[in-house]
């Protein structure tokens, strides 16, 4: 099982690298792409509103969350469990991340479809 | 005899004499943590936008997305360091798994002087490739943050 865990670190590290990036560059680099002809202010409530009603983008957000939590907990669980104090308390810090990473999954799931419906 | 262990100090420091990989490697894991830190923040702040209109800009305000003065400047200082963590734990990652799954690793030579690993030349160029491509996406941040209005 473990194996299977660190081969899932790896192919949703690949899927991050492209969705990442492009998250970056269409949230963060608006002004450079303005200047390539791709207009968009990408914190407007308009487009916000936009996007959440795309399905693309909709089913997109909620394959990240799954790629994004996976990765940064299972990644955070191995730093930590290194430690003295880690490797005492191996089991309850993997309880306490695999909680967290799941109540963070379906609130961001939960309001990824609510915004889809706002108006 | 002095035990061979810096604790966790070693994980962002590895001192002077450490190599460039090794350097690497510390940063990606300060990087990691940081980014699972803010993704968890993250997933909080933009759910409000499941909550209308007022709920988002308001939230956006709070967190100095939007507005003016010296709160939004440190925002968007702060967003810039975001995007390099970002940019370099996915440009160094993209080298750990090129790596890990070996490609790009020459054939083993015998080794002659001057001893050098001709087999890890391959992964090495590829390193000093990332790098250069690291550091124009940290140009482009500068220019996107700091220089276009």
Redesign the interface.
């Given at each position: 099982m473990k194996e299977k865990y660190w081969i899932f670190h790896?192919i949703s590290?690949?899927f991050?690298?492209f969705l990442?990036?492009s998250h970056?560059f269409i949230m963060?680099?608006y002004?450079?792409l303005e200047?390539i002809g791709f207009y968009q202010k990408p914190?407007e409530?308009e487009t916000?509103v936009q996007r959440?009603k795309s399905v693309t983008f909709t089913s997109v957000y909620i394959l990240f969350?799954i790629f994004?939590?996976f990765h940064?907990?299972y990644?955070?669980k191995n730093?930590l469990t290194e430690?003295i104090f880690g490797k005492k308390y191996k089991k309850h810090i993997t309880i306490f991340l695999w909680f967290?990473g799941l109540f963070?999954f379906f609130?961001?799931t939960?309001?990824?479809i609510?915004?889809g419906g706002?108006? | 005899m002095k035990k061979n262990y810096k604790g966790i100090r070693a994980w962002f420091f590895p001192g002077f004499r450490a190599n460039i990989e090794r350097w690497l490697f510390s940063l990606h894991r300060l990087t990691g943590i940081l980014l699972v830190f803010y993704l968890s923040l993250h997933i909080i702040v933009v759910g409000s936008r499941a909550y209308g209109k007022d709920a988002w800009i308001r939230t956006m305000k709070i967190v100095g997305a939007t507005g003016e003065g010296f709160y939004r400047d440190l925002f968007i200082f702060f967003e810039y360091l975001l995007v390099l963590a970002v940019g370099f734990h996915a440009i160094n990652g993209l080298r750990l798994l090129i790596t890990e799954f070996g490609f790009l690793l020459g054939k083993p030579k015998r080794p002659e002087y001057p001893y050098v690993a001709l087999s890890l030349k391959g992964p090495k160029v590829f390193l000093y490739f990332l790098m250069i491509c690291f550091f124009i996406y940290l140009l482009l941040g500068f220019k996107e943050f700091f220089i276009f209005k």
């Open positions: 790896y590290a690949a991050l690298f990442l990036l970056i963060h680099f002004k450079i200047k914190l409530w916000v959440a969350l994004a939590l940064g907990f990644g955070l730093i430690t967290l963070l609130y961001g939960f309001t990824t609510k915004a706002v108006k | -």
